[in-house]
């Protein structure tokens, strides 16, 4: 066996969760086969017209193409892959038009790369668009475009239209699919959380196909929180996908409503849920069966009977979860368009695209976070752009490029994605050394692209640093093609790598101090805050409003669920960032049980069981957001008090219990 290392020579924590590669899903056979002839394909256009410099325009708009190629459902599709591009049309325009001219280059660069800053913030498709923004922008202002000043963006749109149409081909024989595809799997996941909360199988019965499958999906440690939050990460999708459809339908559509209607039906399961656990009271497994039984019916649109075969429920806990189970079987096979009008009304219609285009726009021009990531990119950008004026670099618009690709805070960790930009570098420069020193350039570039294109949406869900590592052959023998240069691009494509990743880091990362002394509870006072109001409506005197407590809580769930990104981030930053994230993150677990444990007591309460005195809930909710205050003003853990005592048969006493933890978690050791 190999002797592990010694203590004094074993990576920090930090480095090794960077160089970890993310657990990444099952390959998208799709996308690759999209990349492959999307890439390829302009290749052999241009190669057949004898214009190859064309093809290689097209393809590298193919690239972002293939990089925005990442939503199941098609106008998702549409969005994330159409919207960037109109962006990358702007910014070639404007780069070309700028090409050459001094220090006019750098200022039009530098205002670009803040309004694409600030536009980052609205959202995932903003985001992108922001990228291309500036990307295509420091492309056109870097690189001699051919032909006329429109013909590269007319190349470079075309080749990310054709991932496009590719990506759309299935929509007329397949729409809806994704979106019912989506709330089914969501109908599995809860499935999955119940079957946590079974009895366990007996020795020599093997159990059926499903509770294994969920043991294996989830472990025998922490299974029960595992699966809570893949639920919460699958009711949020679904409901992206069915809202983004339904803004465009304004709830016409029948299809949209009952998918709506099938996603509203499951929460009161998914609250049963944290009653059962905490009650220590097994589920029957034909409950989790019967789940999955309701998600085939959800997938294939099946509305007659499903002759479930539940057990009588054994208390009040089994009760709910049976009745909860029973509607939400009603709803999945209902075909009355009134019913299931009235059971999808409790999300709320969105506003008008007007309205809502006018509140972002308001939002991102009043947000100090967006102004302040605006700023940072403009000042890199500059820097990057100044320098490479004042000092001879033979391929300049590399430094801005890698500057564009590391500063993307939404995408993780600044410092992590330099290193791992650094490191995917130079694992792709070896590739593409071979390429470019035994491949001729012609007719032989077109196999090769087949083989490399492919690896871009392989590898990306596995990290950045994978992602680097497979673009940065395909770019390069792309920028070959344009300029014919060899191997004589490897070193200047490091050097300028190294450079960028330098920038960022120093006046994108160091200089910014909520960088490097990041207010990791910030985010997590909020959500404190947010339990509070929760428990405070869950329990108040005011009227029964089960829809608004639903709405509070997945929107909790929601955000705790970004919280949980961020920390996983900032545990990728060497100290003090990762070792005060790493001190702060079982809070975020206690906030998670105490909306749990709040969500109990309403089960309790609605079967029976005596509502909580007015006295017990405002004791919880002081507490919690004495809590929140107090993350707000330190990131330092430090002593607190817990003053939380009531009657011990009380349905809040599980949740009093929950408080107190959360509380002591703030004390040190």
Known sequence: MPRPLPIGLSPPDWLVRNLQPLQAPPVNRPAVARAAIALTLPLVLGLAAGQPGYGALASMGAVFGVISDTADAYRMRLLKIAVPQLFGVVGITLGSLVYGHGWVTVAVLTGVALVSGMISSIGAVASVSGLLLLLNSVIGAGLPMPGEWWLAPLLMSGGGLLVLALALLAWPLRAGVPERTAVADTYRKVADLLATTTAPTPDGDKGTDDADDAKDTYGDKDTYDDARRIVTQSLDQSYDLVLARRARHHGRSPELVRLLAQLNAITPLVEAAPAVRLSGLPLPTEIPTAVRHL??????????????????????????????????????????????????????????????????????????????????????????????????????????????????????????????????????????????????????????????APLIPVFTPRGYGYQTAAMTPVILLLSDILNHQGTGLLVPRLVDSLMGCAIALVAGYLLWPESWHARVGAGLADAVADTAAYVEHAFGDGPADPAGRARMRRRLYRDLSAIRTEFQRALTEPPPVGRRAAAWWPLVVAVERIIDATTAARVRIKQGAEPPSTAEVDQVVVQLRELADGLRKTETLYEVRSDLSGPPESVLEPLRQEVAAARTITSPL
């Open 295 to 452: 998600a085939e019916a959800v997938e294939t649109g099946y509305s007659g009977p499903l002759g479930l075969r539940l057990p009588e429920p054994g208390s009040k806990i089994g009760r709910a979860v049976d009745q909860a189970l029973r509607h939400a079987a009603d709803v999945a096979t209902e075909k009355s368009p009134d019913a299931l009008k009235k059971a999808g009304d409790r999300a709320g219609r969105p506003a008008p695209l007007g309205v809502r285009a006018l509140r972002v726009a308001r939002n991102v021009a009043l947000s100090g976070t967006s102004w302040r990531y605006g700023l940072r990119l403009a000042l890199c950008i500059g820097i990057a752009q100044a320098l490479v004026s004042l000092v001879p670099v033979p391929r300049s618009y590399w430094v801005a490029l890698t500057i564009t690709f590391v500063l993307k805070p939404d995408f993780g960790s600044v410092f992590s994605r330099a290193l791992l930009r650094a490191l995917g570098t130079v694992v792709g420069l070896v590739v593409a050394a071979g390429i470019l020193s035994q491949v001729p350039r012609g007719w032989w570039d077109v196999p090769v692209m087949l083989l490399l």
